[in-house]
T-cell receptor, first 113, second 113 residues
Framework: AQSVAQPEDQVNVAEGNPLTVKCTYS??????LFWYVQYPNRGLQFLLK??????LVKGSYGFEAEFNKSQTSFHLKKPSALVSDSALYFC???????????FGKGTMLLVSP | EADIYQTPRYLVIGTGKKITLECSQT?????MYWYQQDPGMELHLIHY???????EKGDLSSESTVSRIRTEHFPLTLESARPSHTSQYLC????????????FGPGTRLTVL
């Protein structure tokens, strides 16, 4: 069975600094990886996904993620954090041939002014 | 903003009541999903559907039931609500095929007293 680990419950970063939210996965076969963001009292919003090809994936709001097969990781990054980036971030995986997602437990990102 | 709607947004009811959580989408998506989100943030898939008259149980065992009579509508029903059902319920939809991103509704926060 597939699984996703987000090792940090919370990440704190100052506005203007780079941010990283970590994600590692376990899946049989090729992984298909997603990042979503959830703002308070809202549903999840899609940020980006890795299906195949370039290991560096660019997404919405200036976010990007790097797929690393040898480390089974898919960390979310942004060069310069904004206070408005403060939210809950979820990593998700689906194995080849499936369309349902397995989510990590989420990481709260807090960006201070 | 994705066109997927959930009603009610908040619901407080007593034990033993029958409730139906509504989910509708106007995007014509074949696939729809229900997730339960714990207070500790993690999402668990409880039901999904690949199209009309198709329903499947998800990873998390749930006492709820779903139906899919129309493409745009995917209601979730609890025949007899209990305090253990207190949670946030998120509905999502996606295009057919594999590895397409899911669009989420705003969620229904259910409290059973």
């Amino acid at each position: 069975a597939q699984s996703v680990a987000q090792p940090e419950d919370q990440v704190n970063v100052a506005e203007g600094n780079p941010l990283t939210v970590k994600c590692t996965y376990s899946v049989s076969g090729n992984p298909y990886l997603f990042w979503y963001v959830q703002y308070p009292n809202r549903g999840l919003q899609f940020l980006l996904k890795y299906i195949t090809g370039d290991n560096l994936v660019k997404g919405s709001y200036g976010f990007e993620a790097e797929f690393n097969k040898s480390q089974t990781s898919f960390h979310l990054k942004k060069p310069s954090a904004l206070v408005s980036d403060s939210a809950l971030y979820f990593c998700a995986v689906t194995p080849s041939g499936y369309s349902t997602l397995t989510f990590g437990k989420g990481t709260m990102l807090l960006v201070s002014p | 903003e994705a066109d997927i709607y959930q009603t009610p947004r908040y619901l407080v009811i007593g034990t033993g009541k029958k409730i139906t959580l509504e989910c509708s989408q106007t995007m014509g998506h074949d696939k729809m999903y229900w997730y339960q989100q714990d207070p500790g943030m993690e999402l668990h898939l409880i039901h999904y559907s690949y199209g009309v008259n198709s329903t499947e149980k998800g990873d998390l065992s749930s006492e709820s039931t779903v139906s899919r009579i129309r493409t745009e509508h995917f209601p979730l029903t609890l025949e007899s609500a209990r305090p253990s059902h207190t949670s946030q319920y998120l509905c999502a939809s996606s295009l057919p095929g594999l590895y397409n991103e899911q669009f989420f509704g705003p969620g229904t926060r259910l409290t059973v007293l």
